[in-house]
């Protein structure tokens, strides 16, 4: 099993672009990390997703983590490669795609809900596991399961979760996070994701700060 590592961060978090364009790419994603965040992920069902990877994995500086997202197929994770992409997220725990993606040296994070299924993920050898729905779910809910789980592995909690409720997972150990609608929806201007991104850090550092 390879298992690839999730690499430091200052702040898991992992910024879902859901709908983003080609031509919106170079801005949203250049400011998005120009206020903090250095993973950027692309959800398939975007339009013309890999070739927005493609740009996004070109402009990032070598220390952020560049993907897609609903990553569904081998054949998904060969495109994902082509196009200069070395996160893979999942919205289900498909084996052979997470093995296949591991085996590219991808940072893989497949969705799960259960513990069926983050233990398959794991077995698989996932880098980590998005929770989600994790407003389902809560932190107490993740954290009952986690409690079988390999120590080894990132886990992150996504949908429902935002600069607004930060501080009830964090307090409850989860400090990665996929961030979603509540940073980015189809038809918000560049300057309006980056402002929304720059309240996100914000809300995160002082979330962590609380916690300390």
Same mark, same amino acid.
């Given at each position: 099993?390879? *298992? ?14 859901? &709908? @983003?364009?080609?031509?919106? =790419? ?5 400011? @998005? /990390?120009?206020v903090?965040?250095?993973a /950027?992920? /692309?959800?398939?069902n ?6 927005s990877? #493609? ?6 500086p070598?220390?952020?983590?560049i $993907? ?10 060969e495109? @994902?490669e ?17 093995s ?10 497949? $969705?799960?809900f259960?513990?069926? #299924?983050?233990?398959a ?5 996932? =880098? ?6 994790? !407003?389902?779910? &809560?932190p !107490? &809910? ?7 789980l390999?120590k080894d ?11 607004a409720?930060?501080?009830? %997972? ?5 400090t990665?996070?996929?961030?979603? !609608?509540?940073? %980015?929806?189809?038809?918000m201007?560049?300057a309006?994701?980056?402002?929304? &991104? *720059?309240?996100?850090?914000?809300? %995160? ?5 609380a *916690?300390?």
């Open positions: 099993m390879t *298992r690839v590592p999730f690499p430091p961060m200052q702040r898991p978090l992992v910024a879902i672009l859901r &709908g @983003l364009t080609p031509g919106e =790419t170079e801005a949203v994603v250049g400011g @998005l /990390i120009e903090g965040f250095t /950027i992920e /692309i959800p398939l975007s339009p013309d997703p890999f070739r990877i #493609e740009m996004a994995a070109k402009l990032a070598a220390e952020c983590l $993907g897609a997202g609903t990553v569904l197929t081998v054949e998904d994770v495109a @994902l082509a196009a200069g992409g070395r996160l893979m997220v999942s919205p289900n725990v498909e084996p052979a795609v997470i296949l993606a591991a085996q590219k040296g991808m940072v893989t994070l497949p $969705g799960c259960t513990a069926t #299924e983050a233990l993920a794991a077995r698989a050898g996932a =880098t980590g596991l998005k929770f989600f729905p994790a !407003s389902v779910l &809560g !107490s &809910g993740i954290n009952a399961i986690r409690a079988v390999p592995l990132i886990i992150a909690a996504v949908g429902g979760v935002s600069d409720n930060f501080g009830e %997972y964090i307090k409850g150990g989860i990665a996070f996929g961030l979603g !609608s509540s940073l %980015y929806k189809p038809g201007t560049p309006e994701v980056i402002a929304k &991104g *720059r309240l996100t850090i914000e809300s %995160y550092d002082r979330a962590m700060e *916690r300390a």
